[in-house]
T-cell receptor, first 112, second 113 residues
């Protein structure tokens, strides 16, 4: 089955700095790589995703890059703001795409 | 209108009791899931249903029994609750399979005393 590893587990940055979170996956058949943000006490919500036919995708201050050869993908947040503080999860499908395996999460703290 | 709604939001109960959590989605999605989030925030899939059919049962104890009366509903019944069942349970849905965006419910915080 799919194994998704995520690093770092915690990350503190100063407001305005960039943050990078990395994930590796094991199933070479995976073709969809989403990132979810979970604020304290709330549900996870998709913030950006990328499919395997694309190497990079940007949406304002967030971007995701994918390296299919190395089986890793990363979330980049630029010009961080206090409201970016949350737990971020990467994920990848497996099991004939009926299953989504999540990474272990990264707690991001943006210090004002 | 809430896209994926689950009830109750909080559930506090004694060990050994039986409890149910209900989930409904109004997005017309074919696939629904139950995820368990433990105190370390790990999100672990428990079950996946596609059009009322069980697709994934991720080695969950058989005290947990999901039921999907139709593709818009996926309920979770838990028998003989144990301390280790304390967690937040999230229902989710997607249009197709796991290669699509997941929409999560607001979660049910289960506390077993």
């Amino acid at each position: 089955g799919e194994n998704v590893e995520q690093h770092p587990s915690t990350l503190s940055v100063q407001e305005g700095d960039s943050a990078v979170i990395k994930c590796t996956y094991s199933d070479s058949a995976s073709n969809y790589f989403p990132w979810y943000k979970q604020e304290l006490g709330k549900r996870p919500q998709l913030i950006i995703d990328i499919r395997s036919n694309v190497g990079e995708k940007k949406d304002q201050r967030i971007a995701v890059t994918l390296n299919k050869t190395a089986k890793h993908f990363s979330l980049h947040i630029t010009e961080t703001q206090p409201e970016d503080s949350a737990v971020y999860f990467c994920a990848a499908p497996s099991g004939g795409y009926q299953k989504v395996t999540f990474g272990t999460g990264t707690k991001l703290q943006v210090i004002p | 209108d809430t896209a994926v709604s689950q009830t109750p939001k909080y559930l506090v109960t004694q060990m050994g009791n039986d409890k149910s959590i209900k989930c409904e989605q109004n997005l017309g999605h074919d696939t629904m899931y139950w995820y368990k989030q433990d105190s370390k925030k790990f999100l672990k899939i428990m079950f996946s249903y596609n059009n009322k059919e069980l697709i994934i049962n991720e080695t969950v104890p058989n005290r947990f029994s999901p039921k999907s009366p139709d593709k818009a509903h996926l309920n979770l019944h838990i028998n003989s609750l144990e301390l280790g069942d304390s967690a937040v349970y999230f229902c989710a849905s997607s249009h197709g399979g796991g290669d699509e965006k997941l929409f999560f419910g607001s979660g049910t915080q289960l506390s077993v005393l």
